[in-house]
């Protein structure tokens, strides 16, 4: 599982004979390898002998309430099985829809709602006494029906909304070529670029198994680069032989520099048989972009109402956070792929 689909390969057969165990190289510490902790060896493991260790969960799933619903950490929304008590998350599990994501979800989409901070200073913006001067902050995590919302308020009491989340991205004005999970698996040459999340490079690399052709740029350090077959510096140094068939395009919209966002989209124009996935950190990236809120660098102002926790490169006098709970999101938001989805 963890070397062949899921690409790490940390952990395998160590010791021979009676004394043999499945562990990391050498029995050396899981800490010290290239684990992504994405959880699925906890999946599979045939004896119980792995299990998850999260704030509320022990071991007695009989009590809990399961529901299906999408991951919202991120553009690729997952299909993800949330189980509860009562109103407690106890835990998230791959979704029962093994088409989209199969059985993989990264690291954030499994255990990071363990770690948000969920101590908001207002609950509802119609409490508020709304100082002057002060800017809302948008974001792409929230749903299409919030952002209606807020904007409504905003121009209620005539406040600017910007954002400093959305990272504009040429291939914004070339709708109509995005690829899906499909297209990965039927690829023969998947080029990835940038810090994508582990579940396209868990998708990727299955495909790279039934044959495909798999190139790594921009992406310096990563352990997943050993898996590539071609492993070049820029986007630059890709040439017309190197992409072959059915190509795929997987960038990451935050990590990658705009010179290779540039440099893919000049050297793909002409193409056919090509096809982009833009991926996000965000759920609702392109729901968002549909509002046209304005882009910013950097936001200073005397106050500033944020949802959720208080992004990078926002600094105010006065913080107002609003609730943006993780899995908790109610209304539309379109996926990186172009997906209208519903949560509830
Ligand atoms: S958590 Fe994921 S990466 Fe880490 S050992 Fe298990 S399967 Fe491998
Ligand atoms: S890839 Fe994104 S949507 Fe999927 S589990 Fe990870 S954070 Fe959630």
Not at 161 to 168: G, I, K, M
Not at 180 to 188: K, L, N, Q
Not at 235 to 243: G, M, P
Request: glycine share 8%; net charge negative.
């Amino acid at each position: 599982m963890c070397a062949e689909i899921q690409g790490p390969a940390v952990l395998g057969y160590i010791y021979r004979g009676f004394s043999t165990l499945v562990g990391p190289d050498f029995g050396g510490k899981l800490e010290d390898t290239a684990c992504t902790t994405c959880g699925k060896c906890i999946d599979v493991c045939p004896t119980g002998a792995l299990l998850p260790k999260t704030k509320h969960y022990k071991p007695n799933p009989g009590y809990a309430a399961e529901h299906g619903t999408r991951c919202t950490e991120c553009g690729l929304a997952c299909h993800v099985t949330t189980r509860y008590a009562g109103d407690t998350l106890l835990q998230v599990l791959p979704g029962e829809e093994n088409d989209y994501n199969g059985t993989d979800l990264c690291y954030r989409g499994r255990f990071a709602w363990q770690n948000t901070d969920m101590n908001y200073t207002a609950e509802h913006a119609e409490d508020l006494t709304i100082p002057q001067n002060t800017v809302m902050h948008l974001s792409p995590k929230m749903s299409n029906d919030m952002i209606d919302a807020a904007l409504a308020f905003a121009r209620e009491h005539h406040l600017d909304c910007v954002s400093t989340e959305v990272v504009p991205d040429p291939w914004d004005e070339f709708p109509g070529r995005h690829a899906d999970m499909a297209d990965i698996g039927r690829a023969d040459t998947l080029v990835l670029a940038g810090k994508n999340n582990q579940v396209l490079k868990a998708r990727a690399r299955l495909a790279q198994l039934k044959g495909a052709r798999l190139i790594v740029i921009d992406d310096p350090g990563d352990p997943y680069n050993r898996f590539a077959d071609l492993l070049p510096a820029s986007v630059k140094e890709l040439q017309t032989h190197d992409i072959q068939g059915n190509t795929v395009f997987i960038y990451h919209r935050e990590s990658c520099s705009r010179a290779t966002r540039d440099a893919i989209r000049k050297k793909i124009g002409g193409m056919k048989n090509v096809k982009v996935w833009v991926n996000s950190d965000h759920l609702n990236t392109r729901g968002f972009l549909t509002h046209k809120i304005p882009h910013v660098d950097e936001l200073k102002a005397e106050h500033v109402i944020v949802f959720g926790p208080v992004p990078e490169r926002v600094s105010a006098e006065h913080v107002i956070r609003l609730p943006l709970r993780p899995f908790r999101i109610e209304g539309t938001v379109i996926t990186d792929t172009g997906e209208k989805i519903r949560l509830d």
